[in-house]
Nanobody, 114 residues
């Protein structure tokens, strides 16, 4: 089993920055990749960014150049640095760890005011 705890969400003005953290515990050797998803009410959860254990990254087109995903292996933590935030980035952000199974965090709210 893997437990994921997210932190770092909040309220920020457009153009501002936030850094989300996803700390993993438990059977972390089972994780091969970690991603950040976001979901608005009534909408499908979408992948925003992901990073593999080898350091390969993926970004959804709308966040390229603004968001950066990184990992600290010693802390079993993945970060999502979000810069130049826009009101349309407002969502609940979820951390996902894939590998032996699919694990999800509880979600953290990000609200960007115009």
């Amino acid at each position: 089993q893997v437990q994921l705890v997210e932190s770092g969400g909040g309220l920020v003005q457009a153009g501002g920055s936030l850094r989300l953290s996803c700390a993993a515990s438990g059977d972390t050797d089972c994780i091969t990749a970690t991603g950040w998803y976001r979901q608005a009410p009534g909408k499908k959860r979408e992948l925003v960014a992901a990073i593999t254990n080898g350091g390969e990254t993926y970004y959804e087109d709308s966040v390229k150049g603004r968001f950066t995903i990184s990992r600290d292996n010693a802390k079993n933590t993945v970060y999502l640095q979000m810069n130049s935030l826009k009101p349309e980035d407002t969502d609940v952000y979820y951390c996902n760890a894939g590998g032996c199974e699919d694990y999800w965090g509880q979600g953290t709210q990000v609200t960007v005011s115009s």
